[in-house]
């Protein structure tokens, strides 16, 4: 089975997309986590799925961090 990355991101820029671009040269299978963004990040994320083929499951807010206790 190949590796899969899975990367958070919260209202992220274009840096996001490069990163994705180096770790699809290394064929690795890249989910990113749409973490309560705002609107205006919509772009990229959508980017993201149409051209990169990258799954993004989308938090309608953010969750941050989640304390157990």
Do not use: R
């Not at 997309?17 to 609107?39: F, M, N, R, Y």
């Not at 205006?40 to 938090?59: N, Q, R």
């Amino acid at each position: 089975m190949n590796p899969v990355v899975i990367i958070p991101a919260l209202n992220p820029d274009e840096k996001l997309i490069l990163v994705v671009e180096e770790l699809q040269k290394q064929d690795l299978h890249t989910i990113v986590v749409d973490d309560g963004s705002d609107a205006e990040y919509a772009a990229i994320f959508e980017l993201l799925k149409s051209k990169y083929a990258c799954d993004v499951c989308t938090h309608p807010s953010n969750c941050g961090k989640q304390n157990p206790l």
